[in-house]
T-cell receptor, first 112, second 113 residues
Framework: SQQGEEDPQALSIQEGENATMNCSYKTSINNLQWYRQNSGRGLVHLILIRSNEREKHSGRLRVTLDTSKKSSSLLITASRAADTASYFCATGVSNTGNQFYFGTGTSLTVIP | KAGVTQTPRYLIKTRGQQVTLSCSPISGHRSVSWYQQTPGQGLQFLFEYFSETQRNKGNFPGRFSGRQFSNSRSEMNVSTLELGDSALYLC???WGRGADTQYFGPGTRLTVL
């Protein structure tokens, strides 16, 4: 399977703490994206990092990419109850368009 | 701008029937991708359409097909439905300039009885 795997599968933290999720994948990629999904609804795009980038920031989010280890991490700082959701990484493998393989997801619960 | 819209939101069919799902992308977006989400298999890529042509395809049987119209709206069809086709079907649109940020619709929940 080309799907990536997120680790941990589930994470429970207190509001205000940081949350770190990891994603490992198997094939060479062009880019990697992180998405959030609330309770089986549509996915919300968080951040895109290209294969020649090592780190990107967006607000309270920090994403790193290590192509030599085929892994990425998503850090959410100062978490809020509203961050409770499932988080997915998606690896982009196509040179010509959008063909993304999603990981298994990390379920994050932020306790108020 | 309006977001990605999908119709219908919920659908119940019986085995052997066929179904057509519709997706309207964000205005100006030319790429539409389709994904199937199930508890067991997670999110799986079905196919991507760009300028009315299928540009990328995942590993799904031929019962799953799609098309895109000149206004970038896309339809996905599943023929001879099986129980295992019960899933949330998500479409995503993007500008289409190579691999770029995708914006997802709310999905169509298909139940096959």
């Amino acid at each position: 399977s080309q799907q990536g795997e997120e680790d941990p599968q589930a994470l429970s933290i207190q509001e205000g703490e940081n949350a770190t999720m990891n994603c490992s994948y198997k094939t060479s990629i062009n880019n990697l994206q992180w998405y959030r999904q609330n309770s089986g609804r549509g996915l919300v795009h968080l951040i895109l990092i290209r294969s020649n980038e090592r780190e990107k920031h967006s607000g309270r989010l920090r994403v790193t990419l290590d192509t030599s280890k085929k892994s990425s991490s998503l850090l959410i700082t100062a978490s809020r109850a509203a961050d409770t959701a499932s988080y997915f990484c998606a690896t982009g493998v196509s040179n010509t368009g959008n063909q993304f393989y999603f990981g298994t997801g990390t379920s994050l619960t932020v306790i108020p | 701008k309006a977001g990605v819209t999908q119709t219908p939101r919920y659908l119940i069919k019986t085995r052997g029937q066929q179904v057509t799902l519709s997706c309207s992308p964000i205005s100006g977006h030319r790429s539409v991708s389709w994904y199937q989400q199930t508890p067991g298999q997670g999110l799986q890529f079905l196919f991507e359409y760009f300028s009315e042509t299928q540009r990328n395809k995942g590993n799904f049987p031929g019962r799953f097909s799609g098309r895109q119209f000149s206004n970038s709206r896309s339809e996905m069809n599943v023929s001879t439905l099986e129980l295992g086709d019960s899933a949330l079907y998500l479409c995503a649109s993007s500008w289409g300039r190579g691999a770029d940020t995708q914006y997802f619709g709310p999905g169509t929940r298909l139940t096959v009885l």
